[in-house]
T-cell receptor, first 114, second 113 residues
Framework: AQSVTQLGSHVSVSEGALVLLRCNYS??????LFWYVQYPNQGLQLLLK??????LVKGINGFEAEFKKSETSFHLTKPSAHMSDAAEYFC????????????FGIGTKLQVIP | DADVTQTPRNRITKTGKRIMLECSQT?????MYWYRQDPGLGLQLIYY???????NKGEISDGYSVSRQAQAKFSLSLESAIPNQTALYFC????????????FGEGSRLTVL
């Protein structure tokens, strides 16, 4: 069975500071990994994903994440937070077998302080 | 227009009423899903469908039913709504030839009084 752990349901950063949202996963097979973002009153949209190849993945709005197999982690970072980054972020894992079941973490709400 | 459209976006109903949430997509994807979002619980899978003739229960299917009327349409029904079904419901799609990336609708907020 696969699972996702997001450390910190709420994270606050100052505008211009580093954003670091943590995600650890458990999977019996090499996974696909995703970060989704949910802005208020909207659905989820893909921020970035790791499927194969380069372990440092760049996404939209300046975010990036690094797949570290030895640490079973896929932490999300952004060098400098903007007010517009305030949202809820979900890490997700999908198995590579036929079903491709997606399991989500509980989400991390990011607050950006002016 | 949105690729994945959910109706209604908001609904208030009373305990015991039957409710249907509808989802339609223009992405041409074969797979469709219904998720429920509750604060602090992330997204929980209710039902999923790989094609029109293939429907499967997810983690929390009790109290819910679905119908895949066509490749592009997937509806979720609450036969007799109860207050603990108050939540935000999302429809999503994916392409079985791809990597599991999900494409979400904007959500249907359901309140059961």
């Amino acid at each position: 069975a696969q699972s996702v752990t997001q450390l910190g349901s709420h994270v606050s950063v100052s505008e211009g500071a580093l954003v670091l949202l943590r995600c650890n996963y458990s999977s019996s097979v090499p996974p696909y990994l995703f970060w989704y973002v949910q802005y208020p009153n909207q659905g989820l949209q893909l921020l970035l994903k790791y499927t194969t190849g380069a372990t440092l993945v760049k996404g939209i709005n300046g975010f990036e994440a690094e797949f570290k197999k030895s640490e079973t982690s896929f932490h999300l970072t952004k060098p400098s937070a903007h007010m517009s980054d305030a949202a809820e972020y979900f890490c997700a894992v999908s198995d590579r077998r036929g079903y491709q079941k997606v399991t989500f973490g509980i989400g991390t709400k990011l607050q950006v302080i002016p | 227009d949105a690729d994945v459209t959910q109706t209604p976006r908001n609904r208030i109903t009373k305990t015991g009423k039957r409710i249907m949430l509808e989802c339609s997509q223009t992405k041409g994807h074969d797979r469709m899903y219904w998720y429920r979002q509750d604060p602090g619980l992330g997204l929980q899978l209710i039902y999923y469908s790989f094609d029109v003739k293939d429907i499967n229960k997810g983690e929390i299917s009790d109290g819910y039913s679905v119908s895949r009327q066509a490749q592009a349409k997937f509806s979720l029904s609450l036969e007799s709504a109860i207050p603990n079904q108050t939540a935000l419901y999302f429809c999503a799609t994916s392409d079985s030839r791809q990597d599991g990336e999900l494409f979400f609708g904007e959500g249907s907020r359901l309140t059961v009084l």
